[in-house]
């Protein structure tokens, strides 16, 4: 199958998978015994005021027509309002994601930087002393609760040490002195932008703890990933006529044996990835990080729907994408995988 007609099919099948969960969080949103006029006007509501707003919002309609409706506005960008806050959500997304984000992409970058490295050289030299302090630090890193390592960290770092800020994405005093400006909602592009490079070091600064807790996973997932594909690799013919042929040690390792060996590190890591993005909604409550994950943890707490039926689908796409992109990697980097 050609990579176009896979993008189609696969376009296709992200389709269902989006009206699949949007017909889930739906049914949830009008199972659940509430009344969602009565929560949109707040505490002690009179009767009137419920009935004005259930006109407003369509819930006088048939669940079909709701449905409909629904998706049509999902279709225009307009997730609606907050129950809460009033405010749209589509604007509360913008503001939050970024940051949810920018924890992700450090996270990742981690994993990268490394877990691939330190899965190389375990899986080279089986065995030795390198190898076992990889595989330590990899069942450590799938194992070890993501909250538990958060207040750990915090009170090492912060209580005793007081080395690291305890938790937000700047100093409550730099937002006065020295304002980021706003241009993607990721601050440390933001600031650079902008030159503004106090800003920049106290953004890093509150980014190291949250970012180092959320990769732990990804990092031990890609070393033992890597690892055992570079085992197997490196007793393949082709490793030991390189290694005959008197070619030096970074060379086989890093680009004949992890070419081929980073196939299924790649797959672990999307799938760490997107699972990076609701991984940080328990770290970003821990660290007070303004992200998505405190959004729709406030959002579940107040009965919030329509924030939970928007950062529900917003993460399936994001999932849907992921997941895209390192399929068409992997075809990239080795022919002989076949998209279908």
């Not at 993501?146 to 100093?171: D, E, N, Y």
């Not at 990769?215 to 070393?223: K, R």
Request: net charge positive; no cysteine; charged share 15%.
């Amino acid at each position: 199958m050609s990579r176009g007609a896979y993008l189609v099919r696969r376009l296709g099948l992200a389709v269902l998978v989006l009206v699949g969960v949007m017909i889930v969080t739906f049914v949830v949103s009008r199972v659940v015994p509430s009344n969602p006029a009565a929560l949109y006007a707040g505490p002690r509501p009179r009767p009137e005021q419920v009935a004005a707003l259930e006109i407003k919002l369509g819930l006088d309609k048939p669940l079909p027509v709701q449905f409909a409706i629904y998706i049509g506005d999902v279709l225009r960008g307009d997730f609606g309002e907050s129950f809460r806050s009033h405010r749209l959500i589509l604007e509360d997304l913008k503001l939050f994601l970024p940051a949810t984000l920018e924890l992700v992409a450090g996270a990742t970058l981690l994993a990268l930087v490394v877990g691939i490295p330190m899965g190389v050289l375990s899986g080279a030299n089986k065995g030795g002393w390198l190898d076992q302090i990889s595989r330590l630090l990899s069942i450590a890193g799938v194992s070890i609760p993501t909250f538990w390592l958060a207040l750990l960290l915090q009170l090492m770092f912060f209580g005793w040490l007081g080395l690291m800020p305890l938790g937000g994405r700047v100093s409550s005093l730099l937002i006065l002195t020295h304002p980021i400006e706003a241009f993607t909602g990721f601050y440390l592009i933001d600031a650079a932008i902008s030159g503004n490079w106090i800003a920049w070091k106290d953004a890093a600064h509150h980014l190291i703890l949250p970012t180092v807790v959320l990769a732990t996973y990804p990092v031990g997932l890609t070393i033992r990933m890597t690892r055992a594909a570079m085992i197997e690799v490196l007793s393949e013919p082709f490793i030991v006529t390189a290694r005959s042929s008197g070619l030096p040690t970074r060379t086989i390792l890093f680009r004949l044996a992890l070419k081929n060996a980073i196939i299924p590190t790649l797959t672990v890591l999307g799938l760490s990835v997107a699972y990076s993005i609701t991984g940080a909604f328990l770290i970003e409550v821990v660290f007070s990080w303004p992200g998505v994950g405190k959004y729709v943890t406030d959002a579940v707490l107040n009965v919030d729907f329509p924030v939970v039926m928007a950062v529900t689908l917003v993460v399936t796409v994001f999932y849907i994408i992921i997941n895209l992109i390192v399929d068409m990697i992997q075809s990239v980097l080795d022919p002989r995988v076949k998209l279908g």
